[in-house]
């Protein structure tokens, strides 16, 4: 920085000799003759040292001061002049306009010495003053306290941030800010590391005026005198009450669902942790289960992703209802959520918050205008018996909730050791399943079905078979739930309409005469808004008349939805394709809903077949179908016919139609095409002398 003096003096050899002088100690010297002259230079130039003579004519030395002292107060000001010139001074003086008054003549070294000292008290006065702005103004809390921590003075920001003014806090200790948050240990680190280090910084839970805690940044620097004694502590402190709640947000997130606002898998395995921590020590039981919603996603695919968020948010609503505050419910993703009960007196207890679960999904969700039935499969372990370790615990409640859900959905199921074969087996099918899918590894058989009197061939059966090279035939009542609970159905049935259709129109071009194929549907096919349009679709690309067509559907898939299934079955015979209701006797078959659809055929189960010779409660259930059937002008067909008595006995009771191994087992392609052909009606004269009940040749 440059030192400047501007010297004011009237006479010229004394500006001259000054000037000499001060050069020495490599001031910069302006020099004015006059007052006016004096202020003109300084307007133009950085000085901060004036020296100015006090008899000057026009205006003397103290009239310039008082005016540089309103218009350059960071000046320091000067009076160099004869002795008798100190009493017009020293009024100047006491205002503060003249900083010193030096005598003429004047000692050449107590001169500079005078000289150095006002620049050095500039300089001070300048960072004071820079200081002071700082700490006026800056957003950062400012208290600066004696070496006891009473308050000396604060900022504005200080008052922003604590809500207390000046005049609250001055000559208070500054330990009024402080909360409960911390323990005596914590205030006195820092009062050891202010003492060893002079400085302490770290966050700190802060009390307002009003009461408030809020988290703050505190930087503490104590100031040391020359013996090394503090005299002063300066704080600084910055609110970080946002950053604070950005922190917690954040980490609330990384371990909560989004959706339900639920536990997450990470949160879970903690809480999971520490429960077992607990129990061990304290000889609890735990369990943990693991459930899944069934069909969730045709819901989603269906109805849409807003009405499976809300579902899965009243889902999580209900499973948080049904334990207690203890436990913990958490979504672990998709529709999959998982519960920690924990400290468990005795492992029953988690039966009955199963059946609690369970009670309280058998009300019906209203989303909107749909009415939804959540159904659950539930999983169960239990600590220690399933499992010493979070991982174990987890592994073996999934595996107890997929065998929950192959036993038929909605069920619960305790995990128990011989589990993991068969889930690993199912995993295996499963893989299996998707591939054969993609290869089109599947084929249709075909079973025959007659009428007993006409001896006419009235019908085959399309029947779905997986030959699996390496491991055999995979039954479909294994691999069409699995089909179903993997989403494959509705491609494996437009597999199943398009092979069964393309195979007739193979026949019809051989030459053989028109039989009726039967397709069996599942429920979910019944569920797409376009089954109709493919069903006639697939018939128009081979050239057939829907006649050609029976579909099978059970009792079970209609009631699901009545009436969108009695619209769907209209349209179907609007077309002119037969319906036949399989597995009939097993579920409602109610008078009612028979009418109301009016099927074509009424298949009468095999498990009636089977024992109606020597059950006589079966044979009435078969007696009760069969003329059900006749008052609704309905043809029944028995399924599973293996044995002659059988087919007798049907015959005496009325039932015309058959279908089972006593007239033929599901046939490959080529085989049913030979049976096609050489079916004679006589032929079912033949058939009575047989009384062999044949295996099944074709799996
Ligand atoms: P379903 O529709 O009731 O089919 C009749 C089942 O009874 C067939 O079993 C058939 O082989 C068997 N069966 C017929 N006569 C006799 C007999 O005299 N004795 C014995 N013991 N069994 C007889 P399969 O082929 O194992 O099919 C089982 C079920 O799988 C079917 O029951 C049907 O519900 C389903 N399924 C088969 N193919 C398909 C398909 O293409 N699509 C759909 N959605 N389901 C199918
Ligand atoms: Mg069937
Ligand atoms: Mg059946």
């Known amino acids: 920085m440059n030192l400047t003096i501007l010297l004011v003096d009237d006479e010229e050899e004394i500006l001259l000799s000054l000037s000499r002088l001060l050069r020495r100690d490599k001031y910069q010297i302006i020099t004015a003759t006059s007052a006016n002259d004096a202020l003109e230079k300084i307007a133009v130039n950085d000085v901060q040292v004036v020296i100015t003579d006090q008899r000057m004519p026009g205006m003397t030395g103290v009239q310039l001061l008082i005016q540089l002292k309103e218009k350059y107060p960071h000046v320091i000001r000067i009076i160099l002049s004869g002795y008798s010139d100190f009493n017009a001074v020293s009024e100047a003086i006491n205002s503060g306009a003249v900083y010193k008054f030096l005598s003429k003549p004047w000692d050449d070294d107590v001169l500079r010495a005078q000289i150095q000292e006002a620049f050095r008290y500039q300089m001070l006065f300048r960072r004071k003053d820079h200081l002071s702005i700082a700490f006026e103004n800056t957003i950062e809390g400012l208290i600066i306290t004696d070496s006891q921590g009473n308050i000396e003075s604060?900022?504005?920001?200080?008052?922003?941030?604590?809500?207390?003014?000046?005049?609250?806090?001055?000559?208070?200790?500054?330990?009024?800010?402080?909360?409960?948050?911390?323990?005596?240990?914590?205030?006195?680190?820092?009062?050891?590391?202010?003492?060893?280090?002079?400085?302490?910084?770290?966050?700190?839970?802060?009390?307002?005026?009003?009461?408030?805690?809020?988290?703050?940044?505190?930087?503490?620097?104590?100031?040391?005198?020359?013996?090394?004694?503090?005299?002063?502590?300066?704080?600084?402190?910055?609110?970080?009450?946002?950053?604070?709640?950005?922190?917690?947000?954040?980490?609330?997130?990384?371990?909560?669902?989004?959706?339900?606002?639920?536990?997450?898998?990470?949160?879970?395995?903690?809480?999971?942790?520490?429960?077992?921590?607990?129990?061990?020590?304290?000889?609890?039981?735990?369990?943990?289960?693991?459930?899944?919603?069934?069909?969730?996603?045709?819901?989603?695919?269906?109805?849409?992703?807003?009405?499976?968020?809300?579902?899965?948010?009243?889902?999580?609503?209900?499973?948080?209802?049904?334990?207690?505050?203890?436990?913990?419910?958490?979504?672990?993703?998709?529709?999959?959520?998982?519960?920690?009960?924990?400290?468990?007196?005795?492992?029953?207890?988690?039966?009955?918050?199963?059946?609690?679960?369970?009670?309280?999904?058998?009300?019906?969700?209203?989303?909107?205008?749909?009415?939804?039935?959540?159904?659950?499969s539930i999983g169960v372990s239990i600590f220690p018996k399933d499992g010493t370790t979070p991982d174990m615990l987890i592994k073996n409640a999934d595996t107890a909730m997929y065998q929950a859900k192959s036993d038929g959905r909605n069920d619960f199921c305790f995990y128990s050791s011989d589990m993991n074969q068969d889930v690993?087996?199912?995993?295996?099918?499963?893989?299996?399943?998707?591939?054969?899918?993609?290869?089109?590894?599947?084929?249709?058989?075909?079973?025959?079905?007659?009428?007993?009197?006409?001896?006419?061939?009235?019908?085959?059966?399309?029947?779905?078979?997986?030959?699996?090279?390496?491991?055999?035939?995979?039954?479909?009542?294994?691999?069409?739930?699995?089909?179903?609970?993997?989403?494959?159905?509705?491609?494996?049935?437009?597999?199943?309409?398009?092979?069964?259709?393309?195979?007739?129109?193979?026949?019809?071009?051989?030459?053989?005469?028109?039989?009726?194929?039967?397709v069996n549907l599942s429920a979910r096919q019944f569920e797409e808004d376009d089954l109709v349009d493919y069903i006639i679709n697939t018939l128009k690309e081979n050239n057939l008349s829907p006649g050609v067509l029976e579909v099978e559907v059970t009792e079970s898939l209609i009631m699901r939805n009545p009436s969108k299934s009695a619209k769907i079955l209209a349209k179907l015979r609007g077309k002119g394709i037969a319906i036949a209701l399989d597995d009939f006797g097993t579920g409602y078959s109610s008078?009612?809903?028979?009418?109301?659809?009016?099927?074509?055929?009424?298949?009468?189960?095999?498990?009636?077949?089977?024992?109606?010779?020597?059950?006589?409660?079966?044979?009435?259930?078969?007696?009760?179908?069969?003329?059900?059937?006749?008052?609704?002008?309905?043809?029944?067909?028995?399924?599973?016919?293996?044995?002659?008595?059988?087919v007798k006995a049907l015959q005496a009771k009325g039932c015309g139609l058959v279908q089972g191994y006593w007239v033929s087992p599901p046939l490959n392609a080529n085989d049913t095409a030979a049976f096609i052909k050489f079916w004679e009606p006589s032929k079912i004269v033949d058939l009575w002398s047989r009384v062999d009940s044949r295996v099944e040749g074709d799996n």
Not at 179 to 204: A, T
Not at 477 to 500: C, D, H, M, N, Q
């Open 591 to 646: 008078l009612s809903y028979l009418r109301e659809f009016s099927f074509d055929t009424l298949k009468l189960d095999r498990s009636f077949v089977i024992h109606m010779t020597e059950n006589p409660e079966d044979a009435a259930i078969v007696d009760t179908v069969i003329q059900m059937g006749k008052a609704l002008k309905q043809n029944v067909l028995a399924e599973g016919a293996e044995e002659e008595n059988q």
């Open 154 to 376: 604060i900022n504005p920001a200080f008052t922003t941030i604590t809500g207390y003014v000046t005049a609250e806090v001055i000559g208070q200790n500054a330990s009024l800010l402080r909360s409960n948050r911390h323990s005596p240990e914590f205030y006195q680190e820092i009062s050891d590391s202010l003492e060893k280090k002079g400085q302490w910084d770290g966050e700190i839970w802060s009390k307002r005026k009003n009461g408030e805690l809020f988290p703050e940044w505190r930087s503490i620097s104590a100031i040391r005198e020359a013996d090394g004694k503090t005299s002063h502590y300066v704080s600084f402190l910055v609110e970080i009450s946002n950053q604070k709640e950005k922190e917690r947000q954040i980490q609330y997130q990384a371990l909560h669902d989004p959706l339900t606002d639920l536990p997450n898998r990470k949160l879970f395995l903690d809480r999971l942790h520490v429960a077992m921590e607990q129990a061990k020590r304290s000889n609890y039981y735990m369990a943990v289960m693991f459930i899944d919603l069934d069909r969730f996603k045709q819901i989603n695919d269906s109805l849409g992703h807003d009405v499976g968020d809300d579902l899965l948010k009243q889902v999580a609503n209900r499973l948080g209802q049904s334990v207690r505050g203890e436990d913990t419910v958490s979504r672990i993703g998709g529709d999959e959520f998982m519960l920690l009960l924990s400290r468990l007196p005795d492992p029953k207890a988690a039966e009955s918050i199963v059946k609690k679960i369970k009670a309280k999904f058998q009300e019906v969700i209203h989303i909107g205008a749909h009415e939804l039935h959540a159904t659950l």
């Open 424 to 518: 690993t087996e199912k995993l295996l099918l499963k893989n299996a399943l998707y591939k054969a899918m993609k290869n089109e590894a599947f084929l249709l058989h075909y079973q025959p079905q007659v009428d007993l009197v006409t001896g006419q061939l009235i019908g085959l059966e399309a029947l779905a078979r997986w030959p699996r090279p390496e491991v055999g035939n995979v039954p479909p009542s294994r691999f069409i739930p699995l089909a179903e609970e993997e989403g494959l159905i509705l491609e494996f049935g437009r597999w199943v309409l398009k092979t069964a259709c393309q195979q007739i129109r193979e026949w019809q071009e051989m030459g053989l005469p028109m039989v009726r194929v039967a």
